[in-house]
T-cell receptor
Framework: DGGITQSPKYLFRKEGQNVTLSCEQN?????MYWYRQDPGQGLRLIYY???????QKGDIAEGYSVSREKKESFPLTVTSAQKNPTAFYLC?????????????FGPGTRLTVL | SQQGEEDPQALSIQEGENATMNCSYK?????LQWYRQNSGRGLVHLIL?????REKHSGRLRVTLDTSKKSSSLLITASRAADTASYFC?????????????FGKGTSLLVTP
């Protein structure tokens, strides 16, 4: 099956702990994205990466960190500096070629801070 | 920042009726896309319209774009209960940092049998 996988589906964290969300794609896409979604809200961009070993901050990068060591993987770490981390996190990827602008989304990880 | 704003926030219709959702945005765009999200799931791409296009069709979907008014509409014809979902518009822009989408807050559509 081709697609994007995110794990785990549900994640619980105690305050003060860092936690890493996994995102893997086998679509051979160059670009990958992380979004945060709060109840009744749209998606807000956290970080994105156009190529391996390069990434850019989105609108709400504070308290988050990412790495892009492999083309197929783009893990997101939610650090203890993120004051309100409880949310639904979505990963997406995109083929970087002229005319290919749609993003493909994973199923999401719901993070709850206890 | 969230650039797109969908209207209405919620829409309830019966099967067979048409559903129209609107999206307004603030800055210049390269393209505008519509996505669908079933509750608690990831988003699925529906349709993309480029800034130099005015109308596009895909099956029961019809999208219009008016760049002078910075607005778009999504029409779903002959709706079905399975169309129940949230619908988001997203504006695509290129910058020196690459390509990113800005999403609106979405329209929640309920289609009742």
């Amino acid at each position: 099956d081709g697609g994007i996988t995110q794990s785990p589906k549900y994640l619980f964290r105690k305050e003060g702990q860092n936690v890493t969300l996994s995102c893997e794609q086998n679509l051979n896409h160059d670009a990958m994205y992380w979004y945060r979604q709060d109840p009744g809200q749209g998606l807000r961009l956290i970080y994105y990466s156009q190529i391996v070993n390069d990434f850019q901050k989105g609108d709400i990068a504070e308290g988050y960190s990412v790495s892009r060591e492999k083309k197929e993987s783009f893990p997101l770490t939610v650090t203890s500096a993120q004051k309100n981390p409880t949310a639904f996190y979505l990963c997406a990827s995109r083929r970087v070629l002229a005319g290919f602008n749609e993003q493909f989304f994973g199923p999401g990880t719901r993070l709850t801070v206890l | 920042s969230q650039q797109g704003e969908e209207d209405p926030q919620a829409l309830s219709i019966q099967e067979g009726e048409n559903a129209t959702m609107n999206c307004s945005y603030k800055t210049s765009i390269n393209n505008l896309q519509w996505y669908r999200q079933n509750s608690g799931r990831g988003l699925v791409h529906l349709i993309l319209i480029r800034s130099n296009e005015r109308e596009k069709h895909s099956g029961r979907l019809r999208v219009t774009l008016d760049t002078s008014k910075k607005s778009s509409s999504l029409l779903i014809t002959a709706s079905r209960a399975a169309d129940t979902a949230s619908y988001f518009c997203a504006t695509g822009t290129f910058s020196n940092s690459g390509y990113a989408l800005n999403f609106g807050k979405g329209t929640s559509l309920l289609v009742t049998p």
